[in-house]
C-alpha cells in the first residue's frame, strides 16, 4: 500500500505542468498522517527536478529507498519516454498507444469499460502572499477519484471488489507564482502540454492512472503561472473493512514546494536515452 501511494504522488508529478526553454525547477514533496505512517517511520519526501530546453522537458522524480524514475517529455513528436535506472530500461509511450480514454495501454482494458468516476476542480480564490520574496495568487482545487477505477482496468478483480465503494478525496490549494525566472517560456508552454496527450502517455507508461489528472492539467493551463505551493489533504469515504482501516488512520497532508528556480543552459545530453539502455515501446 505504501508503494502504491509513492506511485500515486510520482504519478501526480509527472503530471504537473511542464516548462519550457532553459529552466530547472526542483520540488520537495512532504507527506504527513494517514498511510504516510504505515510500514513505521516518516513517509519518504520526493524529490522532483525538472529540465525544461525548447519544447523538451526532463522530469526526475527520486522518492529515497523506493523508486527513481526519470520523464522525457518530447511535444513535436509527440513523445513520452520514461527511464528506470534501476532497470535501465526506456519505456516510449505515445499518445496513440493509449486505450481511448483510460489512461492504460492498447489492449489492457475491456472495451466495455466504463469511464472513471471523476470530479475535479480549480478555482481562484482572490487571496494573495509573498512565498520567498516571490508574490503568489490562490487557486483551490477537489478532486474526487473512484478508487476501484485508479489501475485503469489493470486491478485485480479482488482488490477492485473490496473498493467498490470507496472514494479518494483531495482537498487543497496552490499558489501560483507569475512574476519567476522563465514564467513567459512557463506559460506558453504549459499551454501547450495541455492541450496534447502527453498527460495520458505519462500516465500509462508509470502503470498507474489517475483518473482526474488530465482533466486537473487542462484547468492548471487556466492559471497563467507556476504553481510555487500546493497544499493538499487526501481522506478516504466508503464502507467495508478497507474502508475503515483507512479512516483510521486519519487524513493524509501532502505538501509540494518549489525550493529552487534556474535559468542556466542545459545540455541536450539530458533529453537522451543513454546507449546501454533496453528500448520497450508501448
Do not use: H
Amino acid at each position: 500500500m505504501k508503494r502504491w501511494l509513492m506511485t500515486s504522488l510520482t504519478v501526480f508529478a509527472l503530471c504537473s505542468p511542464a516548462l519550457r526553454a532553459d529552466v530547472t525547477v526542483v520540488q520537495t514533496t512532504t507527506v504527513e498522517g494517514g498511510m504516510a505512517a504505515m510500514g513505521g517511520g516518516a513517509a519518504p519526501s520526493p524529490t522532483t527536478t525538472t529540465k525544461v530546453k525548447g519544447q523538451k522537458s526532463r522530469t526526475d522524480v527520486d522518492i529515497p529507498s523506493m523508486m527513481q524514475i526519470a520523464t522525457i517529455t518530447d511535444l513535436p513528436a509527440k513523445q513520452v519516454i520514461i527511464l528506470r535506472p534501476d532497470q535501465k530500461t526506456a519505456t516510449y509511450v505515445s499518445p496513440a498507444g493509449s486505450a481511448a480514454g483510460t489512461g492504460a495501454p492498447a489492449g489492457t482494458v475491456p472495451p466495455n469499460a466504463a469511464p472513471p468516476s471523476v470530479d475535479a476542480s480549480i478555482k481562484p480564490t482572490g487571496k494573495s502572499q509573498v512565498i520567498d520574496g516571490i508574490s503568489c495568487d490562490e487557486y483551490a482545487f477537489t478532486s474526487s477519484i473512484a478508487m476501484s477505477e485508479m489501475g485503469g482496468g489493470q486491478m485485480p478483480p479482488e482488490a477492485a471488489a473490496m473498493m467498490k465503494d470507496m472514494k479518494m478525496n483531495m482537498v487543497g490549494s496552490m499558489w501560483v507564482a507569475k512574476e519567476v525566472p522563465g514564467a513567459a517560456e512557463y506559460i506558453a508552454f504549459q499551454k501547450a502540454a495541455a492541450s496534447s496527450d502527453m498527460g495520458s502517455a505519462m500516465a500509462n507508461a508509470t502503470g498507474m492512472k489517475m483518473p482526474g489528472m488530465e482533466k486537473m492539467q487542462k484547468a492548471m493551463a487556466s492559471m497563467n503561472g507556476m504553481a510555487y505551493l500546493t497544499e493538499m489533504q487526501m481522506t478516504v469515504e466508503g464502507t467495508g473493512q478497507m474502508a475503515d482501516m483507512m479512516k483510521q488512520m486519519g487524513p493524509m497532508k501532502i505538501t509540494v514546494k518549489v525550493t529552487s528556480v534556474k535559468t542556466d543552459s542545459i545540455g541536450d545530453d539530458q533529453f537522451t536515452v543513454p546507449s546501454d539502455y533496453k528500448v520497450i515501446k508501448q
